[in-house]
């Protein structure tokens, strides 16, 4: 089995899966409204095919970026030398966000689309946090957002493979059919997901980890890492966290 979004099938099927359900755009309008316009670098982790990042460059930010995922990144390139972007290797790199490394500062550091959760061991998350915390100038800020952990759905077991949603295979057209399965570990807060692609009478398994994080868990760590002038949302529209929101998105300053 392959891990989170390192395999070829995700990467090619990873656009039509964030436009399947309107957060994609959502992220997308807010963390454009963060960043354009700023002077300094940007830089967003994790951003897998550059379904948020072709835009930015499109939009004149100086962003960078990295992903941990070659078959990912793959796409990114491909897309971006097609848009003229000729020096797209230089700016986009196949880093870890434990341990990423850069030689300069940015103003502003993004973390969309749930990517964080995919750091599954708090020393992981202090380690990234602390490295953030190090690449950002003064003020400069970390913008991220993840879901508000629901303890009514992470209880409910499921025993069968869900449907998720019928993709096309842009090389050969050919239906990849996206089922999935949870297995939640309460006591280390880690969601197993199964992920099940079916094409062509082959099944194709890829696991994903993620762990979730509670409101109060990430304050802290936020404050264990040294950030300041926390705030967190409910909503892309920056209306409070309330019990029916479904969203933590937050800002943090060092
Ligand atoms: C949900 S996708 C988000 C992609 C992109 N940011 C977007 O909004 O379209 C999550 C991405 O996180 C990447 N990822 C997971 N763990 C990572 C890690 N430790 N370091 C860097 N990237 C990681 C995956 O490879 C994947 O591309």
Redesign the pocket.
């Known amino acids: 089995m392959d891990k989170?979004?390192?395999n070829k099938l995700w990467a090619l099927i990873?656009e039509q899966y964030?436009k399947s359900s309107d957060r994609?755009e959502l992220?997308y309008v807010f963390y454009l409204n963060e960043i354009k316009d700023i002077k300094g670098k940007v830089l967003?982790?994790?951003?897998?095919?550059?379904?948020?990042?072709l835009k930015y460059l499109e939009n004149g930010v100086d962003i960078y970026g990295?992903?941990?995922?070659k078959e990912?990144l793959e796409i990114l390139y491909q897309k971006g030398f097609e848009k003229g972007f000729s020096n797209i290797k230089e700016i986009i790199t196949q880093?870890?966000?434990?341990n990423?490394s850069y030689p300069f500062k940015f103003s502003k550091i993004l973390i969309?689309?749930?990517?964080f959760l995919?750091?599954t061991t708090q020393e992981?998350q202090i380690n990234a946090l602390k490295n953030i915390y190090d690449h950002l100038e003064d003020k400069g800020q970390l913008i991220l957002n993840f879901f508000k952990p629901n303890l009514k759905s992470l209880v409910t077991k499921t025993e069968e493979y869900d449907f998720f949603e019928e993709f096309i295979n842009p090389n050969n057209n050919e239906k990849i059919k996206l089922s999935f399965k949870n297995q939640v570990d309460l006591l280390k807060q880690i969601i197993a997901i199964d992920w099940k692609f079916e094409t062509e009478g082959k099944e194709y398994h890829s696991e994903m980890k993620v762990r979730w994080i509670y409101k109060p868990e990430f304050e802290l760590l936020l404050k264990l890492t040294g950030f300041n002038n926390v705030k967190v949302y409910g909503n892309f529209d920056k209306t409070p966290v309330t019990k029916e929101s479904n969203e933590l998105i937050w800002i943090a300053e060092k």
């Open positions: 989170n979004y390192e990873y964030d994609g992220e967003e982790i994790a951003c897998g095919t550059g379904s948020k990042f990295f992903d941990i995922s990912m880093q870890n966000m434990a990423f969309p689309a749930r990517s995919h750091l992981d």
